[in-house]
């Protein structure tokens, strides 16, 4: 097994020309970013001007899906959605007749269903507050079953696998008056809108709702013709019927998830911006409207920014539906956007390039089962970081993802407790979006930037227009990166928690007048993670030195032979490591057995060690030193113990 990509991502970031080679040392910007009087010094924390922005309450709860919150309970996931064993959905066909005065929708859907096996049994359908008066399938009536939201549908005896059926179901739903997007179904209103996520399409549509079974889709949708309608694809028609009504068609010829299909009809005004790469459209009420174009003006850009990184936009057009709720929801091609984040603002830009993520991540590629909705929240998330990487640079993205994500997720922990990131117990808080950003963040660390995008654009390609797992995703980047991944994903994925760690240095002076600087890095939390992890020294002179290492021990100790002795550490100063608890301690460890010589003090104390805790040997591993320039190493010989330097870097 060998790591080639470590080693060269490693040598860029820490030598001559790389990124990393004046961002730290007297004069660095970094000069004075920590400790009291630096920038950070109140950043955080009581009084700090981030005192209120992460965690329940927090500005960054504007990000994440308006569903029940820790307040009102933990809800788990719904029960793992998967693909009917003997049918799978090709295309929904749809007429709606929406009645805002009488508030009931009258439904009639037809479902183009196709066998998956020999055959097959009978076929699944899901009516929640949706109530059925008619099923017909291959245009005869049949007697249907149903218990609770599980309607069952018998079909014709002998069928043969690829063999296609047309289910047919005629409905009616009451909707609800209630703007409050936690209560999912058809909201009536001006504007009426639709909100399903994660399985709530079956409280205004009769569908298979989950989202595994993708199809393509065409909406005829009939409202009062002073409504303007806006729903999934294209508009492909428009005519005024009786009764001063109007039927709007479109089509939608990608296949989309049931928890993404999507109904407006207000009193709307519509721009339309052709700049980018798509039509972008925006829609909103008039007291808005305005307001809207200006929040919203550089969505061409945030277009052509996410294609570039994540390839073609998948679709033909974009848009954003302004309704009265906040957050915002990624209905494909037609994100529903909500209006208090519109009219309060600061927070619209960050709103605006998450749904646009989504996209990609979540619509086009969708996840499989919603145990593995860190797929779509935690790409939309990082999508976040990226924007801002690609308009404020790299400094930015690192303290978006470290100031604001990172302490997200440690302020949401406290509330929804900790759990992984797969199978989360609740989905829409700090660890599936947050820790699921900061993950992608440190994949990204790892592969080094060509493998990652690489391995997103593989993603893409192989599971786009379908569903993905976790394990779809780790092979994708397994094949962009050339080796195995599934020490990453065991720990950042797999499981729950994160690393703590206790730094400190020692300096032992040598008889010929070097001296040997010792870092000693101690897991102190539950566990034991194994990651690459960065530091910078700060040595008496003045100078830098930059070290990259990889420590998977309860106890590491890296020992360096250098003309000075360090003063101070600055610990993985770039966010590429996610951890709890962080502390320096610069007079709390023992000086390691000499490697560079023999010691001016013949009786310098011994090594620093740790109790066995079961999880690694008492005495520390250690790296011997690689010099003042250092040299890249395999890191095939980190894995098996030898812990050589990955990337050492001295700066003047």
Known sequence: MTFPSIALIAAAIAGPGGWR???AGPGGWRDNTAGPGGWRDNTAGPGGWRDNTAGPGGWRDALKHPGPGPATGLPGAPPPPAMQADWDVQHYDISLALDPAGHRLDGD???????????PGAFLLHAGEAMIDSLEVGGSAVAWSQALDEVTVPMPAGLEAGEQVTVRVRYHAAGTT?????????HWGDPIFTFSEPEGARDWLVVYDTPTDKATLAWHVTAPSERVVVANGELTAQTVGEGGTTTWDFDFPWPIATYLLTVNAG????GVDGSGPVPVYTWALPGVFSQAQAALADTPAKVATLSGLFGTYPYSLYGNVVVPFSGGMEHTTKTSFGEEIITYGPYAGLVNVHELAHQWWGDWVTCAAWEEIWLNEGFASYSEALWIE???????????????????????????????LYDPDYMWGGTVYDKGSFVLHMLRFVLGDEAFFDGLGRYADSHGGDVATTEDLRAAMEAAWGADLSWFFDEWVYRAGDPSYRVGITNTAMEDGTWQVDVHVRQTGDGVWAMPVEWTLYLEGGATLDDLQWIDARTSVVSTCLGEPATGIDFS???????????VDLDGFSPAPPVCGTPLDDSAPPVDTAPDTGDGAATPPRS???GAAGTPAALLFALLGGLPCLARRRRP
Do not use: M
Not at 109 to 119: K, T
Not at 573 to 583: G, Q, S, V
């Open 573 to 583: 100063p770039d966010a590429h490591l996610l951890y709890r608890d962080l502390e």
């Open 624 to 626: 011997c030193g690689c």
């Open 109 to 119: 859907i037809s479902a183009l269903v196709q066998a998956r096996v020999d055959s």
């Open 21 to 23: 080679d004046n961002t």
């Open 178 to 186: 209630d703007p409050d997007p936690t209560h999912l179904g058809l």
């Open 267 to 270: 009193s709307f005004s519509e």
């Open 390 to 420: 690609a308009t404020e640079g790299q400094d930015a993205l690192w303290d978006y993802v470290w100031l604001d994500q990172r302490d997200s997720y440690l302020n949401w922990i406290e509330w929804e407790g900790e759990f992984a």
